[in-house]
């Protein structure tokens, strides 16, 4: 950490300062320009509060060189991290140059519907169910899930197909009913709820978790850092777009934030084309996009029933759909290989 | 709510959709234009999902006229609700032309402290106090504050001062501990915390909500709607700036945010000068920007200490400054009441 | 165009307004609602400002149903539009189906620069060649480009490679100087000089029109819609990222704008990776990202001069990185054809 | 300016990037650490390229210490600029204490429109006239203004009025027109017009220079920094909202600017309300507020006409209202003054 002192400031406050950081257990190198003082801060920085210190009066600004987070980090951890779930003929891999599928409507809402999607998407080549039994609803007035109902369907899903599935989770007080999910989600909204986080760090589940709505990258590797800190390293992150100012698309899908993503830690990371941009024509090219930056997997929303399909999602494939968005993927994937 | 429906929709198409939306408890009148059908909604559509219907496949766009929040509707409720708390001479009352100006430090530390900080604002002008024991911080190896003993020294501090205070919480299982605190503050990272916003909705206590960090005012609009969805009406709104993409300042302090929330809602409206600029010399003229804004209050990081300044927040004032600040927001005050 | 009444509103102030808008040569079509008027607006509405109409004291929302844009509308238009500049085998073609890569240097330096990186681009694939002659810098300091000078060896350039040339302008007063260059580029910073682009309007050179660092697609529309209104029709889009609020990379790349602008207009639509990214090591992740979310064409940045690496911009591909981008391009371009 | 370089950067790498860095004419101070290398650049960093820096393969990061402003720098010329504009009795002076208030119709429509108005507002406080002859409009089938038209009519209105006035400039190739305004305004949309800029530059016309839609504001100091350079240094800033995600108004007033912006510069700031929030009564609250951050002035639009009061813009608002704002503005200048 670099730290950049004010024109004018006292040996006494400089002083001061540097007593200080030393009670915090850093080195600090003191490099005296012509122009300007420069503090070096040598050890570890990564419990130094950067917005404490670039906010005293006596310091022009300050860098932080080592990244705050330890165990999300490729630089200590060079290894991809490979997630396992399933079992048999159904496991599933993710990260490390394992690809996953995962397809499932955005609500459960029956056991027929849940049955009929499941065995359609993993004939199309989805490895895993997606579903929302507890749903986060902008509205307290929307439709809220059939939440443990909802839990229970998926595993009969899962039962019958072999499918293991993921599936999200909004309260910590809801944990034992997550005991035999195969991986819990962790939406945008609670990215940063990190009572919820530590909760899950003391489980040994794998999490998905994903960005949230105006997260940066750094933080979303902060909330997986507050997951992995209380034990659990079975982290996959999930890139589902970010807030910005046009209308066409529900949110802007950061696809750069994959390659970048890949490069700053070992997590796997996996990409959301339909909540990105709640439209079912943007899925198909959003999905192939994602694919060719490089993600470890995809999240996509299918619905299979023609007679309710006018109340299914705007942002949901039909089984057809998804088959083809599953074979270009799978086609791109091996050109990104080479 | 107004749908427009594609050029080119089938009668079939478009009955299939007007009995549904009948099945949703709306009526539906058909204006067929010469270019353009539309269709009227009329009855309850605060439980129509415009997300879903937005995304069919058969229709254009959709228009909510009405907004989707009932219980925090200035349409519904023209009186500002007022929020009382404290005894005696002590009762601070916000909203509906009372002022409320909150004052702290960011953590409480210490019993003596929290004590002088407390003894200095009040002096000064403020007539509650905050201070956090449960602290949200971006890393987990960050000081996370002094959880339940921090509460016990906030109760000591109004027990000696007479003031009401503030306090944050992060999550419903800590709701016990809370039992005698004034107000409950939830914090921009829970703004959409919905399990954690229902049960405060089953609590009689007043909730200070803070706007997420990208938060339209409709979603937090909506989320206080989730409060009081189960029967608490208590519910004080706060502008804390939002996430944009200058470094000069932490956040974007919005402040129209004042005016246009005012004209949407009843629910009183703070200001919060200090986390927004995340710098103390910003911290005078916000104030006093927010209060010409037509706020109802101010929650304002105050610090005292002269030893430990050093480490102060970069966006705490000194009581000195925040006197000064105190008395130019009461004249303010005064020709915005004229 | 829909227009809904407030409450309240009489019969006088209705009538003042349909007058009004009639008197805009637009037909209203009033539909007396239960709880709200609603005024069908039918004719020519692209002359209607919709900003000027929502803010009247009556008004409650206006929402635009015809977009309006004409000229670039796919609506009126649905074939696709195919530019082709260059002849004989240098022939190039770019959108219905046709793909284009043009790459370069960021800047013209000198002879010998531009013309190894011509006939290196060329080897490698690409089928236009791209270099700046006019530099917009945001410091008044940086280097401003060799100007008429630079546009000169781009010429003789074409004349050794016979590979046509885009380069950008930034004064309708320079005109003159770009008779003989194949297409024109508008940047960022003048996506809405509004004067440059009637100017251009009344050439008839292809334009390449950059998305302004925080354009709408509407506004990115609306300004090819200058271009046309006058004319030329010649219009080529360029996504090459918005304004986000996360440092690691310079801009967001908006990749769902290709599949949205496809939807919306019949002009080819090209990505720029290079600027949008800021670091050569994305370029090739968001070059076959861009390409399998279907953009008609790629703007890359490539140096080829080992000696003055260490001087070339961060975001510049060696000849070596840009041939193994190019042939990846190709393959996922043929996946997406299917 | 700091460069931190990577970890395994070989001594020949250095050795290299540091003569480069000489060549440039600044000196290099190496501090290694244990963990890092960090290079000083002492001498006049202001010509080096951060973002060509930051890009190479061997750089961790850079940060600049020392803004890259040179003319506009508060460090450099640590008083007030004040601009002076008009005559006698009617001589208006903008920064150092001095307080502007401008008024006027969006457009200029006719002599008896900008007559009447420009008598209004000055009996109600004004002290400038603004007015749009040449108006940039998104669309390019709204109304352009009556450019040079309109220009005689706001001269009209100076001569008897006695106020001078404000009036936007879209292309260099007009300024022969701009001979006799008296300040020319450079709109939102032209802020990177770096062209025009370094035109007006060469003037000696007060400019108004406004922040661009999406513009940092070490941006609007670099563009501030390009007409400087060429000479004039009359520049004024204008804070007019930047683009965000919610639409209740048409951008967020980053008001906090102001302060930010007067710590780091000695031009004038100035404040638009009427455009930042696109809603008339909007309009006082934020100039109120604005007034109460610290801005030197305020450009507020005011309309005169009842009976073309409906097709007057969502944003104007009448004398009277414009008169209370005035008053109220200036006993808050009075506070603030303390």
């Not at 009929?116 to 199309?124: G, P, T």
């Not at 850092?225 to 209380?230: A, G, K, R, T, V």
């Not at 941009?277 to 198909?284: A, E, F, N, P, Q």
């Not at 705007?314 to 791109?332: C, G, H, K, W, Y």
Request: aromatic share 4%; net charge negative; charged share 20%.
């Amino acid at each position: 950490m670099i730290a950049v002192l004010k024109n004018g400031v006292t040996k006494a406050q400089r002083d001061n300062l540097v007593k200080w950081l030393e009670s915090q257990n850093v080195r600090v190198h003191i490099s005296e320009g012509e122009v300007q003082t420069v503090l070096g801060l040598i050890g570890d920085t990564s419990k130094i509060d950067i917005d404490l210190l670039s906010g005293l009066e006596i310091i022009s600004n300050v860098t932080r060189i080592s990244e705050p987070f330890k165990s999300a980090n490729r630089r200590f951890h060079p290894d991809d991290t490979v997630i396992e779930v399933g079992e048999g003929e159904n496991k599933v891999k993710i990260g490390g140059g394992n690809f996953c599928i995962m397809a499932g409507p955005c609500s459960v809402e029956s056991e027929e519907q849940i049955l009929a999607i499941a065995q359609s998407v993993k004939a199309s080549g989805a490895n895993m169910l997606r579903g929302g039994a507890f749903k986060p609803r902008t509205s307290p007035y929307d439709f809220q899930g059939l939440r443990a109902e909802g839990l229970q369907l998926l595993m009969k899903a899962r039962e019958v197909t072999g499918l293991p599935f993921v599936t999200e989770i909004m309260s910590a007080s809801h944990l034992d009913l997550f005991a035999d999910v195969d991986i819990i989600q962790v939406g945008a909204r609670n990215m940063q709820n990190f009572e919820l986080l530590k909760e899950l760090g003391r489980s040994n589940k794998p999490i998905l978790l994903k960005r949230g709505m105006s997260a940066t990258l750094k933080e979303l590797l902060m909330s997986a850092e507050y997951i992995m800190s209380e034990g659990n390293e079975n982290v996959i992150l999930c890139e589902r777009g970010i807030r910005s100012y046009d209308s066409y698309t529900r949110n802007v899908l950061d696809l750069a934030a994959v390659p970048v993503l890949n490069g700053l830690t070992h997590l796997p990371i996996i990409v959301d084309p339909s909540h990105a941009t709640g439209v079912s024509r943007l899925v198909r090219p959003m999905a192939c996009a994602a694919t060719a930056a490089g993600a470890d997997g995809l999240i996509i929303e299918v619905h299979n029933d023609p007679v309710h399909a006018l109340c299914d999602g705007a942002q949901s494939l039909t089984p057809e759909q998804f088959s083809d968005v599953a074979r270009r993927v799978n086609e791109i994937r091996g050109i990104m290989n080479w």
